[in-house]
């Protein structure tokens, strides 16, 4: 929270920044506000200052995640009016069990839960093995869910599994992209500009291109196909967020989906 309160001096300079990442005028904001365009000037000017329930507000209409709304109330002099708990905690006892059983449906394919910077934090027996298979880990090998391993670190990485995915230069961009977006969002100095800087600096990323290229996809998706041991498993994602979320934590959750994208990727699944 450090950080994105000296990214946003005050109040001011962090109503700015979101209106303009949202693309509003002062007028489209004042009316989906119902706050008057005289107020919301001031408020950027710094001639007025916003109560708690008023940024609260200007936070929803603009769509500020929930971590950046605290900021905003940090900025303004108010303590933050969303809590952050680690998914352990017995609070979020029937959200984890919800993720535990959407993990669990998605078998035979794989299924991962990250947070924002997608930080390994749950995943199931698919994925599991699936892992395992590309390191070369023994059958009982069991991989940190404490939010230590960086699931897109270790695709990218040339000591991960870079070497097993075959069009990683294809997909390098569309996970980039999710950094990017949260780095934007945090600032400077924050988790997030600073992983996007780690994953820059590794070898053969910064020289990608960050636009795919859409001319010579024969699919409607972008799979990531990974290769071997003359095993090729041509996969694609989808990725899911819980709804209505009051907690950081629970909004920054993400479901990352395997699914095949041809049927012998399909086969090789079910098989194992």
């Given at each position: 929270m450090s950080a994105a309160t000296e990214y946003f001096s005050d109040f001011a300079a962090a109503l700015k920044y979101w209106r303009g990442k949202r693309g509003y005028s002062q007028l489209r904001l004042s009316t989906e506000s119902e706050i008057s365009q005289r107020h919301i000037s001031f408020l950027e000017s710094g001639r007025s200052q916003p109560s708690k329930e008023l940024i609260l507000k200007l936070g929803?209409?603009?769509?500020?995640?929930l971590r950046q709304r605290n900021a905003m109330l940090l900025s303004a002099g108010f303590a933050p009016a969303y809590q952050e708990r680690n998914l352990s905690d017995p609070e979020l006892k029937a959200v984890r069990q919800a993720l535990e059983f959407m993990l669990a449906q998605q078998a035979p394919y794989?299924?991962?839960?990250?947070?924002r910077l997608w930080n390994l934090l749950m995943l199931n027996e698919p994925a599991l093995h699936m892992l395992r298979w590309l390191h070369g880990l023994p059958p009982d090998a069991q991989l940190p869910t404490d939010g230590s391993l960086n699931v897109i670190r270790q695709t990218l990485d040339p000591n991960g599994l870079r070497p097993y995915l075959a069009n990683w230069e294809d997909v390098s961009a569309d996970l980039l992209l999710w950094i990017q977006r949260e780095a934007m969002s945090d600032g400077p100095g924050s988790e997030a500009t600073?992983?996007?800087s780690d994953l820059l600096a590794l070898p053969g990323i910064a020289g990608m291109p960050r636009i795919p290229n859409l001319d010579r996809r024969a699919l409607p998706f972008l799979p990531m196909t990974l290769r071997k041991d003359?095993?090729?498993?041509?996969l694609f994602t989808t990725i899911a967020t819980l709804g209505t979320p009051h907690d950081v934590t629970v909004h920054e959750l993400r479901v990352e989906n395997f699914f095949p994208a041809d049927e012998a990727t399909a086969n090789w699944f079910k098989q194992r």
């Amino acid at each position: 929270m450090s950080a994105a309160t000296e990214y946003f001096s005050d109040f001011a300079a962090a109503l700015k920044y979101w209106r303009g990442k949202r693309g509003y005028s002062q007028l489209r904001l004042s009316t989906e506000s119902e706050i008057s365009q005289r107020h919301i000037s001031f408020l950027e000017s710094g001639r007025s200052q916003p109560s708690k329930e008023l940024i609260l507000k200007l936070g929803m209409v603009l769509e500020v995640p929930l971590r950046q709304r605290n900021a905003m109330l940090l900025s303004a002099g108010f303590a933050p009016a969303y809590q952050e708990r680690n998914l352990s905690d017995p609070e979020l006892k029937a959200v984890r069990q919800a993720l535990e059983f959407m993990l669990a449906q998605q078998a035979p394919y794989p299924a991962l839960v990250v947070d924002r910077l997608w930080n390994l934090l749950m995943l199931n027996e698919p994925a599991l093995h699936m892992l395992r298979w590309l390191h070369g880990l023994p059958p009982d090998a069991q991989l940190p869910t404490d939010g230590s391993l960086n699931v897109i670190r270790q695709t990218l990485d040339p000591n991960g599994l870079r070497p097993y995915l075959a069009n990683w230069e294809d997909v390098s961009a569309d996970l980039l992209l999710w950094i990017q977006r949260e780095a934007m969002s945090d600032g400077p100095g924050s988790e997030a500009t600073v992983l996007l800087s780690d994953l820059l600096a590794l070898p053969g990323i910064a020289g990608m291109p960050r636009i795919p290229n859409l001319d010579r996809r024969a699919l409607p998706f972008l799979p990531m196909t990974l290769r071997k041991d003359r095993v090729e498993l041509n996969l694609f994602t989808t990725i899911a967020t819980l709804g209505t979320p009051h907690d950081v934590t629970v909004h920054e959750l993400r479901v990352e989906n395997f699914f095949p994208a041809d049927e012998a990727t399909a086969n090789w699944f079910k098989q194992r």
